[in-house]
């Protein structure tokens, strides 16, 4: 032990770093330039300057690269690779590596990157966190104590005996360890290798100390970032297997109400279809589009409750049928309302019938109390009715179902639904085909 006091930094299994003078004055009478005092300070200040200006520039280009990793880097190994490729480029030492600590019988300690001379050799070597030979050298001492353990001199040291041999052949003099803490717990430790034996003074601990406080912030910020990136993944693949059975359910409904309505069978789809692109022409969002178009394919599944008698009869309706045809919307509500779509899916279905100047049915509901799903179902249900049969009538075309939508845009239609409408089909971008 040397006896020297090397501040906060110092482990006391471990040399402290010699003081010694910057220069050496050379007495001389006052007002000597050569060997006056004051020519000494002076360049005794010039170096300090200099040295400290040095230290500085070393840090800034040590964590300005090490910020720029964290920016650029998805993976925690390559993170570490590039933080101590830096440490020996920018910092000038011999080699830097990273070991995390195991939670095993023996309290090993894993290497996970390392760069410099004998990098390759981090791997073979055995080391302990725990209190054992192998644990009592820089690394075990900096996790187990949450501090910075330092060998000054690798070839005297008696802690360092596990390595020595392979250390001195790879011209390593000194060596540092400081601790990672994430969260309030050591994970792991940084340690570097000099081939100068005062390397590792109370202002490069401090420096290093303060480099390895940064990696630890960095350490966390990228497992944040894959913890959220794993949750979205997750939450994307329970949504996929959602959207499958979601479209199990809108098949199965649909199936049901053509095997209800043969006469009538694809035109939930064929309204689905036009009524997403729609929804699409209007700007509306991915997400918005696509509970449109799921709105389309289930907007009759209410006339399960219609009597097939009705829905088939090849005449028109007398006042009493045609009454109980309108009840298919509050049905169609009442089947899936329980059903949660992350769309107003029931409350769309219930207002499909509904109109802009409140002719519609069931509730008589008028202009933006009207769902935007809604009064883009209405259209796209009406253009696709006119534009196909029905047992009571044949189909009065699509160019009759254009001129009545045009016709009664802002009356009984949104007037924009109905100008996207025209847009699509009179363009050629929509067919039912």
Known sequence: ?????????????YEGPEKRPDCEGRGGRLGDPVGS???CDDRCAVCRLKGHLSKVTRAFKMLSGYTQAVLRTTDETTLLNDACKIIVGHGGYMMAWVGYAVCD???SIRPVAAAGTGAERVAEIRLSWGENPLGQGPTGTAIRT???AVSRDIRTCPFFWPWRETAVKLGYVSAIALPLICDDTVIGALNVYSGDPEAFDDDEIGLLSEIASVMSFGIVSIRMRM????????LMRSWRILRVTLDGIVKAMATVTELRDPYTAGHQDR????????????GLSSHEVEGVGITGRVHDVGKVYVPIQILSKPAHLTPVEYSLVKVHSEAGYEVLKN???PWPVSKAVLQHHERMDGSGYPHGIRGPEILLEARIIAVADTVEAMSNDRPYRPAPGIDAALTEISEKAGKAYDREVVRA???LLRDGRFSFK
């Open 271 to 282: 309204v689905g279809r036009l009524a997403q692109a729609i929804a699409e022409e209007l």
């Open 227 to 234: 913890e959220r990136w794993r949750a979205q993944e997750e």
């Open 105 to 107: 019988a023996e309290k």
């Open 421 to 423: 409408c025209l847009s």
């Open 1 to 13: 032990m040397s006896g020297h006091d090397t501040g906060p930094f110092h482990n006391d299994r």
């Open 339 to 341: 059903i949660e779509f």
């Open 146 to 148: 949450g501090k910075p």
């Open 37 to 39: 005092a004051t020519g």
